[in-house]
């Protein structure tokens, strides 16, 4: 009989092995991660999901990772740890796990192993470079010999990393290549033929993935297939029993956007070519007609929400359905020894399924009334702008909620970290879209179980704790959060002259070193255009190069100021004295026509709560202390944070944002503020 893992000798405590850790690797023993350490650990011994928010500097990656793998050792298990950032799965990969493995392999007895594991889209198909993919342009762009021959270059160079590449990984090919050449050498899990039925499926580089995640201790993904796993019938993921979700804070929009389907002219277009010699042409040319049918429907409808279904809308939807379901029953089942014809089949069947699936989806989202509707619906598209969009028809989920409680808390432990999860102070904000019960209840431990893990009751819900471990920094000493009383509101067009004064003035004292945050882009270009006249200090903007360049450029030159907009607010980690001012223009709340968050709103207004807090709110206090966490990048770290839009100190709601932000110094006292950033000026160096 095989032996019983769980009677193995237990490894030494999680404290001993975080201390042996931190000293492997060079670093200082810290409060907030040791209790970090330990909650997670007891979590995970009890099966009570944790959320825990940990500030800059607490060293929250170890503080979960070694727990992680001490349970996943002895417990011979795997331990699934998902981000939100390409940035941070890399950090754990390249970094902390290869730098753990070595640390932990003596007191543990043997060094743990890592995986990574993302979408099947993200890795080559060595099929489709072998055998060619079918010729699919989307649109007029693809007809213009410039982006034929691009196109071309990148998938020729794609051929010859084929034969290179160990692992397939798209983020792996640098320089990369455009998603119309990556399409032509990739294939959704929907598309795959399968490894029994691939002629190279024992080389395929997902199957070897997914093979390599399946031994490991450690598998690091993405919040995105994360979501798949918990929307699809089959496991994406190695089985596990401990979920760790780092950068939490954005597991909604996360799990939404994978749980959000369109439908356009050029899908149906696509999927009628797919059918090609596969069908009789007569059944393909009815999803052409409705491809036709529905641009042009879509042409006289307004972008924005979809509350009640025009009539004409709804016929083209259905027609397209139909016309999905005729096409589908022609094609009929595969022919397992066709081998050849495996793949456009395949093709065309997985595109006709997302056709018939989203069209019944969307028609299915009018049939209840509006206050009992699961799904919001949205037209998409502006052929008026500088770069025009064609025209889509979208559904998404109005939460997640009950998905992800279903789906993922109640099949594995879960711990939700980040830097920033306690709005107003409380974690209930947050529990609520996740959904968790708002008032976090200790599981009682049980004696006599082998893990302390509560029996399970038929009445028992999800039941978890929060934690807060703070930060190592000292904020109050080390930075002033200034909020603009003495300006005007922020109106609609654009930034007043008030405002530029302002932050002219905070820039010139601070000698440059700014990142100024902007609620659009169009703001941002304003500031950007009407401040190179005024200060002497160079500003970037956004927009004007790739990102990292401008970010590079940025942390390089102190006296540089940067602009941007929303990629900005929270994905900038530049320590030391090139960044000592951030500035936030506005407030950040969605804007009042985005349709996802506009109807959650009104569902939350319509069941008795406050929609405003319950979702506008909510998602200006997570960016507005996100994009305030740019200041503090190490324990040195000195300046302001000003925010140029005096709601916050005025209205109502300002108390819930402010106290969802790190416990700065405040001040309404523009002088105070302007004597400090020259202070910090002249004491920094060049």
């Given at each position: 009989?095989?032996?019983?893992?769980?009677?193995?000798?237990?490894?030494?405590?999680?404290?001993?092995?975080?201390?042996?850790?931190?000293?492997?690797?060079?670093?200082?023993?810290?409060?907030?991660?040791?209790?970090?350490?330990?909650?997670?650990?007891?979590?995970?011994?009890?099966?009570?999901?944790?959320?825990?928010?940990?500030?800059?500097?607490?060293?929250?990656?170890?503080?979960?990772?070694?727990?992680?793998?001490?349970?996943?050792?002895?417990?011979?298990?795997?331990?699934?740890?998902?981000?939100?950032?390409?940035?941070?799965?890399?950090?754990?990969?390249?970094?902390?796990?290869?730098?753990?493995?070595?640390?932990?392999?003596?007191?543990?007895?043997?060094?743990?192993?890592?995986?990574?594991?993302?979408?099947?889209?993200?890795?080559?198909?060595?099929?489709?470079?072998?055998?060619?993919?079918?010729?699919?342009?989307?649109?007029?762009?693809?007809?213009?010999?410039?982006?034929?021959?691009?196109?071309?270059?990148?998938?020729?160079?794609?051929?010859?990393?084929?034969?290179?590449?160990?692992?397939?990984?798209?983020?792996?090919?640098?320089?990369?290549?455009?998603?119309?050449?990556?399409?032509?050498?990739?294939?959704?899990?929907?598309?795959?033929?399968?490894?029994?039925?691939?002629?190279?499926?024992?080389?395929?580089?997902?199957?070897?993935?997914?093979?390599?995640?399946?031994?490991?201790?450690?598998?690091?993904?993405?919040?995105?297939?994360?979501?798949?796993?918990?929307?699809?019938?089959?496991?994406?993921?190695?089985?596990?029993?401990?979920?760790?979700?780092?950068?939490?804070?954005?597991?909604?929009?996360?799990?939404?956007?994978?749980?959000?389907?369109?439908?356009?002219?050029?899908?149906?277009?696509?999927?009628?070519?797919?059918?090609?010699?596969?069908?009789?042409?007569?059944?393909?040319?009815?999803?052409?007609?409705?491809?036709?049918?529905?641009?042009?429907?879509?042409?006289?409808?307004?972008?924005?929400?979809?509350?009640?279904?025009?009539?004409?809308?709804?016929?083209a939807v259905a027609a397209a359905r139909d016309a999905a379901r005729a096409c589908l029953t022609a094609l009929g089942p595969d022919h397992?020894?066709?081998?050849?014809?495996?793949?456009?089949?395949?093709?065309?069947?997985?595109?006709?399924?997302?056709?018939?699936?989203?069209?019944?989806?969307?028609?299915?989202?009018?049939?209840?009334?509006?206050?009992?509707?699961?799904?919001?619906?949205?037209?998409?598209?502006?052929?008026?702008?500088?770069?025009?969009?064609?025209?889509?028809?979208?559904?998404?989920?109005?939460?997640?909620?009950?998905?992800?409680?279903?789906?993922?808390?109640?099949?594995?432990?879960?711990?939700?970290?980040?830097?920033?999860?306690?709005?107003?102070?409380?974690?209930?904000?947050?529990?609520?879209?996740?959904?968790?019960?708002?008032?976090?209840?200790?599981?009682?431990?049980?004696?006599?179980?082998?893990?302390?893990?509560?029996?399970?009751?038929?009445?028992?819900?999800?039941?978890?704790?929060?934690?807060?471990?703070?930060?190592?920094?000292?904020?109050?000493?080390?930075?002033?959060?200034?909020?603009?009383?003495?300006?005007?509101?922020?109106?609609?067009?654009?930034?007043?002259?008030?405002?530029?004064?302002?932050?002219?003035?905070?820039?010139?004292?601070?000698?440059?070193?700014?990142?100024?945050?902007?609620?659009?882009?169009?703001?941002?270009?304003?500031?950007?255009?009407?401040?190179?006249?005024?200060?002497?200090?160079?500003?970037?903007?956004?927009?004007?190069?790739?990102?990292?360049?401008?970010?590079?450029?940025?942390?390089?030159?102190?006296?540089?100021?940067?602009?941007?907009?929303?990629?900005?607010?929270?994905?900038?980690?530049?320590?030391?004295?090139?960044?000592?001012?951030?500035?936030?223009?506005?407030?950040?709340?969605?804007?009042?026509?985005?349709?996802?968050?506009?109807?959650?709103?009104?569902?939350?207004?319509?069941?008795?709560?406050?929609?405003?807090?319950?979702?506008?709110?909510?998602?200006?206090?997570?960016?507005?202390?996100?994009?305030?966490?740019?200041?503090?990048?190490?324990?040195?770290?000195?300046?302001?944070?000003?925010?140029?839009?005096?709601?916050?100190?005025?209205?109502?709601?300002?108390?819930?944002?402010?106290?969802?932000?790190?416990?700065?110094?405040?001040?309404?006292?523009?002088?105070?503020?302007?004597?400090?950033?020259?202070?910090?000026?002249?004491?920094?160096?060049?």
């Amino acid at each position: 009989m095989p032996a019983d893992k769980s009677v193995r000798s237990a490894p030494p405590g999680v404290r001993e092995l975080l201390a042996h850790a931190v000293k492997a690797v060079g670093g200082a023993e810290r409060d907030g991660q040791v209790r970090m350490a330990e909650a997670v650990a007891e979590a995970i011994r009890t099966g009570e999901h944790l959320a825990v928010q940990a500030g800059t500097g607490t060293g929250k990656s170890l503080a979960y990772l070694v727990p992680a793998i001490r349970h996943a050792v002895e417990r011979d298990s795997t331990v699934v740890v998902s981000t939100a950032t390409i940035a941070l799965q890399r950090q754990l990969v390249d970094r902390d796990l290869p730098r753990l493995a070595d640390a932990l392999a003596e007191p543990l007895g043997r060094a743990p192993t890592f995986a990574i594991l993302k979408g099947r889209r993200n890795y080559l198909c060595l099929h489709r470079v072998h055998t060619g993919a079918p010729e699919e342009p989307e649109d007029t762009a693809l007809f213009d010999a410039f982006t034929v021959s691009r196109i071309g270059r990148e998938v020729k160079r794609l051929h010859e990393w084929s034969s290179d590449t160990e692992t397939g990984d798209r983020d792996e090919l640098v320089p990369g290549v455009s998603e119309r050449a990556w399409r032509q050498v990739s294939v959704t899990a929907k598309e795959c033929l399968g490894v029994a039925r691939c002629p190279v499926g024992t080389d395929c580089f997902a199957e070897r993935a997914r093979a390599e995640a399946g031994r490991a201790d450690v598998v690091v993904t993405n919040h995105a297939l994360l979501a798949i796993n918990a929307l699809q019938e089959h496991q994406v993921l190695p089985e596990h029993e401990v979920t760790i979700v780092d950068e939490a804070h954005e597991l909604v929009d996360r799990v939404t956007s994978a749980a959000t389907a369109e439908l356009t002219p050029a899908m149906l277009s696509t999927a009628a070519r797919r059918c090609g010699r596969l069908i009789d042409a007569a059944v393909a040319d009815r999803l052409l007609e409705c491809a036709d049918g529905l641009s042009l429907v879509l042409d006289d409808l307004p972008p924005g929400r979809i509350d009640r279904l025009p009539t004409a809308v709804g016929g083209a939807v259905a027609a397209a359905r139909d016309a999905a379901r005729a096409c589908l029953t022609a094609l009929g089942p595969d022919h397992k020894e066709d081998v050849e014809g495996a793949t456009a089949r395949k093709l065309t069947r997985s595109l006709l399924d997302e056709v018939h699936d989203t069209a019944v989806r969307l028609l299915e989202s009018f049939e209840d009334e509006q206050a009992d509707r699961f799904d919001v619906v949205w037209r998409s598209g502006d052929s008026f702008s500088a770069s025009p969009r064609p025209p889509a028809l979208h559904v998404a989920p109005l939460t997640v909620a009950g998905l992800l409680r279903d789906r993922v808390f109640a099949s594995s432990t879960t711990v939700l970290t980040s830097a920033t999860l306690a709005l107003g102070g409380s974690f209930d904000t947050l529990a609520r879209q996740w959904g968790l019960p708002p008032s976090p209840a200790r599981a009682t431990e049980v004696a006599g179980t082998a893990t302390g893990k509560t029996p399970p009751s038929d009445d028992s819900g999800p039941t978890w704790t929060g934690l807060d471990v703070g930060s190592p920094f000292d904020y109050r000493r080390n930075g002033i959060l200034y909020v603009a009383k003495q300006l005007p509101a922020p109106g609609r067009d654009g930034l007043g002259a008030a405002t530029l004064d302002e932050l002219a003035e905070l820039i010139d004292a601070a000698g440059g070193r700014t990142l100024g945050l902007f609620s659009s882009m169009r703001a941002a270009k304003q500031a950007a255009e009407a401040l190179r006249d005024r200060v002497r200090y160079p500003i970037l903007c956004q927009g004007e190069d790739a990102t990292a360049l401008l970010v590079g450029k940025f942390a390089d030159d102190v006296r540089t100021c940067l602009f941007g907009t929303l990629s900005l607010w929270q994905g900038v980690d530049v320590p030391g004295p090139s960044l000592q001012l951030v500035v936030v223009d506005r407030l950040p709340f969605p804007r009042p026509d985005d349709p996802v968050s506009s109807a959650r709103q009104r569902a939350v207004d319509a069941r008795g709560g406050n929609g405003f807090l319950t979702v506008a709110a909510t998602h200006a206090a997570l960016l507005l202390a996100q994009g305030a966490g740019r200041l503090h990048r190490s324990g040195t770290d000195r300046g302001v944070v000003a925010v140029l839009d005096p709601r916050l100190a005025t209205a109502r709601y300002g108390g819930f944002l402010r106290a969802s932000l790190p416990p700065l110094w405040p001040t309404h006292d523009p002088r105070v503020v302007r004597d400090a950033l020259r202070r910090l000026d002249a004491a920094a160096p060049d």
